[in-house]
């Protein structure tokens, strides 16, 4: 760092602008990511052995399986460290000894003081040198949309704050046309899906007969026509 500030010294002068909608999203989810963990650790005594945060979406990695509704529980719980809109604190420590006498949910060996600390109040602490939200409650929402089992512990993707509420968005308007389709309310569609499956499935012969002649026939004037 010091001797990037050497040469940033040297350096012609100019005028450098933060991408503050980029920076404050990255805090949403970082912030939210620290929830999450907290909350599958507290209740669950999972770890979060794995954090990758991308431009449209992040994961957690945890050491061991984590079932359907243990996600919810845990989903909840982040949730509602937002909506108690908790201050979220970073103190530095000068020395190792001290971070060790910490209740910390997660610490990062080989620091070098000053080591910063990030707790949320009455809930997590754990080394971190990220930016975060000053409050959870500018998290927004933390919201859990896919898990799958990875290196014999469970890999989450979730999304906070803004993007949580674009996938909200683009699902619901993904439920409305299903549901124009089906000529259904949008919780029908699922039982309307259901249906539909299960009669196409079951369909009767002349049906599948007329479905083999009629994709035939497209096939021929398909011919023709470039022919």
């Known amino acids: 760092m010091e001797s990037i500030i050497r040469d940033t010294a040297l350096a012609p002068q100019g005028e450098q602008k933060i991408d503050w909608a980029r920076r404050f999203d ?51 719980l982040a949730n509602r460290f937002v909506w108690k809109n908790l201050p979220v ?72 704050g803004e993007r949580a509420l674009k996938l909200h968005r683009t699902q619901h308007d993904d439920l409305d046309i299903l549901a124009r389709r089906f ?11 259901k249906k539909l499956r299960v009669y196409w499935k079951n369909r009767p012969q002349w049906e599948i007969d007329s479905i083999d002649l009629m994709s035939a026939d497209v096939k021929i004037d398909q011919m023709r026509a470039e022919g």
């Open 183 to 193: 000529s259904c309310q949008r919780e029908a569609v699922v039982g309307a899906v």
């Open 89 to 160: 604190v970073a103190t530095f420590y000068d020395s190792e000894e001290e971070v060790r006498a910490l209740p910390l949910r997660k610490h990062a060996e080989g620091l070098t003081p000053p080591i910063r600390i990030v707790g949320v109040e009455g809930a997590d602490l754990c080394t971190c040198c990220a930016p975060h939200c000053s409050k959870t409650g500018e998290i927004g929402s933390v919201f859990v949309a896919d898990a799958s089992s990875y290196k014999g512990g469970t890999r989450i993707t979730f999304f906070c």
């Open 26 to 76: 990255l805090m949403q989810q970082h912030t939210g990511e620290h929830l999450l963990s907290f909350s599958f650790y507290d209740l669950f005594s999972a770890s979060n052995v794995g954090f990758h945060l991308a431009l449209d979406y992040a994961t957690i990695d945890f050491d061991k399986p984590v079932s359907h509704e243990q996600i919810l529980e845990a989903e909840l």
